[in-house]
């Protein structure tokens, strides 16, 4: 009797994120839904992209928890709405906190959690991904108009980040938060 295969292999994919809370993630998550209906959002800033892991889920969660604690809670502002022209992503720009999650990603991505992007890493909030080009200014656009009618602050204090797991890149398991709890330096 041969072999039976229930479809190709999943890779298991890994990220640490910043979700951003409500009222700002419930409004995120809804123009994320108009722009691109059916997906499934949580409004969030990535710190360490999806990747596959080289130590296992354990080893990796350990290190994130290891690294996090070392920075500080800093301010997340989002600033306008602007298009990857190269993948034709729609997100938010950050104001602020860029530098702070630049810093992490370079101090995280390594060890275990290591990993080689496919673009340079660019804090922001996607708001649309996988669109069909001739829709991408108008749904640009759309979502302009709906950034300049949010009448919620727009900034929120990074304190913590989860480490999530992915094994379709459609659903996200939270696997670990991990609280930053180091001392802010006097820039």
């Not at 290891?66 to 992503?89: C, K, M, N, Y």
Request: some cysteine; charged content about 25%.
């Amino acid at each position: 009797m041969g072999s039976v295969t229930e479809g190709p292999a999943r890779t298991h994919l890994y990220a640490l994120v910043i979700y951003i809370p409500d009222p700002l993630g419930r409004f995120l998550d809804d123009l994320r839904r108009e722009l691109v209906p059916g997906c499934i959002p949580r409004a969030h800033v990535t710190v360490l992209p999806p990747r596959p892991l080289a130590v296992n889920a354990k080893a990796a969660t350990d290190e994130v928890r290891r690294g996090a604690r070392g920075f500080a809670p800093f301010e997340l502002e989002l600033g306008r709405v602007s298009i990857f022209q190269a993948t034709d992503v729609i997100f938010i720009d950050l104001a602020r906190g860029a530098a702070e999650l630049r810093e992490m990603y370079a101090a995280l991505n390594a060890g275990g959690l290591a990993y080689k992007e496919p673009f340079p890493y660019h804090p922001h909030v996607t708001l649309a991904q996988g669109l069909e080009p001739e829709h991408v200014d108008e749904l640009h656009q759309t979502a302009v108009r709906r950034w300049a009618e949010f009448s919620h602050a727009r900034s929120l204090r990074a304190e913590r980040a989860t480490f999530v797991e992915s094994t379709d890149c459609i659903r996200w398991v939270d696997l670990a938060e991990c609280s930053l709890e180091g001392v802010p330096s006097a820039r």
